[in-house]
């Protein structure tokens, strides 16, 4: 895999619960470590306590590292309508995408301000990535925004429930899926295969430093695909995705 | 460096039901991919057939000598499982016994698990129990504690409990801990070889449910020494499957 550029879709700093805090320094070594060249960086701050908090967190460590960092924001639709205006606010910012938590905040996919959240996301053409860790929230997911245009990556979805992903990926092109914990073997081959145009829609992310980072970048460097789709995966899919 | 591999499965599991099931030819492709002493599987089959899971295990890990088998026991079915450890546990292939704690109604200090584990003392071969509730990781401590002349493996099977496992288990020397490369935060294993000291932390890879290089990622991100490696990936492993 020479010659790649590797892009994570999602490295983590800030407090995190039962764990040490994850510094911003551990990212950037564990990104040296594993030859990543860039990274979407999030504060956890904004996904267990305040995403008004977390955002400005993630702005001002993206700003002093911005040949690393790129910053991606957090909403809670539970904090309606105030997070439609802070969506906006995003959008000016220069965030790249935005995250949602449901299972980890504790907020169903079918909320309808989660569902006008979607809508103005898709308005400011700004990609989404929705936690969908549990059998049928990505496809509560895909009923849920039948009606948007822009790219939406499905986070968190394990090899126990790819059946369901691949279904959802092929209902439309604009859904794209993490390959976090997509370990098991023959998964990301099961993707490229039943999915039109797979290896195009998988995007590597690692929750660096929360998890290993070499743990999920092995998986796509041992993956029976081409040199050609891993570089895709990790790192062209992303910066596409991203309008980079 | 020569590996154990502590935990591995042949045949379907909940990871890999939309995928192919990982079979014999696949086990022994991937026995090849490293200097492997021993690979030691179980059958998700016996998970639900004790008798069946058992015997394909007995059958399909015939023939290599690299290749041994934890024989599933339940506490549900105590006499059962005293049945199948004469009938198992005295071949050389058999490295020991794998109870699951699934749920709470598991726990392995019901009478049906203290039932099984007294008919298991006979055998010096260790057990290898999982963990999903705190309930059944107290519960594997508790049984360890009293069954002090057998040697027990404890999986956690969830993040949480990972994260928790190795001070809960610290005062119990029959106990090494074995982190699942899917719920493994990082730097658990450098944490764990802090708190348990060197000895007691084994490698698994999940073969079968999981693509091996993930484990083998993790253990290359973990800040520990080239000896704690070695310890890691081999030696406590052999240790636990000699001695029993």
């Known amino acids: 895999m020479a010659a790649i550029q590797f892009f994570d879709a999602c490295a983590l700093f800030g407090p995190w619960p039962h764990h040490e805090d994850l510094q911003i320094q551990e990212v950037l070594k564990a990104m040296t470590a594993n030859k990543i060249e860039r990274a979407l960086a999030l504060c956890t701050t904004g996904i267990t306590y305040d995403y008004r908090e977390g955002n400005a967190a993630t702005l001002e460590a993206c700003a002093e590292h911005s040949d690393k960092l790129a910053p991606v924001a957090t909403l809670d639709p539970r904090a309606y309508p105030h997070c439609l205006e802070e969506a906006e606010n995003c959008a000016k910012q220069g965030f790249k995408m935005i995250r949602f938590f449901p299972t980890r905040q504790g907020w169903p996919i079918h909320f309808a301000p ?10 400011l053409h700004i990609p ?35 059946g369901e992903a691949i279904a959802v990926l092929r209902s439309s092109t604009k859904f794209h899926l993490e390959t976090t914990n997509l370990i098991a073997p023959g998964a990301l081959e099961a993707v490229t295969t039943h999915v039109p145009d797979g290896a195009n829609r998988l995007i590597y992310a690692s929750y660096s430093p929360l998890r290993y980072s070499a743990a999920s970048l092995n998986v796509v460097r041992g993956a029976g695909i081409s040199n050609e789709q891993k570089a895709a995966i990790v790192g062209g899919n992303l910066n596409r995705l991203i309008g980079e | ?21 990982p079979d014999v030819a696949a086990a022994k492709a ?12 179980s059958a998700p089959l016996a998970s639900f057939d004790l008798v069946g899971g058992n ?6 890990t015939r023939g290599d000598k690299r290749f041994r088998a934890w024989m599933t026991a339940s506490i549900h079915r105590p006499d059962l499982s005293g049945e199948l450890a004469r009938l198992y546990l005295v071949k050389p292939r058999f490295c020991g016994a794998l109870i699951e704690q699934k749920t709470d109604a598991d726990l392995i200090t019901s009478q049906g698990g203290r039932d099984v584990l007294n008919a298991l003392r006979r055998y010096s071969r260790p057990v290898f129990l999982t963990a999903t509730t705190p309930a059944n990781l107290e ?23 990972t994260r928790m496992a190795a001070v809960a288990i610290k005062e119990v020397v029959n106990t090494i801990f074995v982190p699942v490369v899917s719920y ?17 932390v084994a490698w698994s890879s999940g073969w079968g449910r999981f693509s091996p290089v993930a484990a083998l990622g993790m253990a290359r991100d973990s800040a520990i020494t080239a000896a704690q490696q070695e310890r890691f990936s081999f030696k406590n492993a052999s240790e636990l499957l000699v001695e029993g």
């Open chain 2, 184 to 200: 493994t935060e990082r730097d658990v294993i450098a944490s764990a070889m802090q708190t348990l000291g060197e000895r007691r």
């Open chain 2, 139 to 161: 519960a594997a401590v508790a049984a360890a504690r009293e069954f002090s002349t057998l040697k027990f493996a404890i999986a956690p099977q969830t993040v949480e409990l």
């Open chain 2, 30 to 41: 991937y026995a090849e991919q490293g200097q492997f002493e021993a690979l030691c599987f």
């Open chain 1, 114 to 123: 989660f569902r006008e959240l979607l809508q103005k996301c898709d308005e």
């Open chain 2, 55 to 60: 015997s394909y295990l007995a059958e399909h």
């Open chain 1, 128 to 162: 989404v990535a929705v936690e969908c860790t549990h059998p049928g929230e990505a496809t509560e997911l895909a009923d849920a925004v039948a009606f948007t245009q822009a790219p939406l990556l499905l986070a968190g979805v394990d090899s126990a429930n790819i």
């Open chain 2, 1 to 21: 460096m020569a590996r154990i591999d502590l935990h591995c499965y042949l045949g379907t599991t909940p990871d890999t039901r939309a995928l192919s099931a």
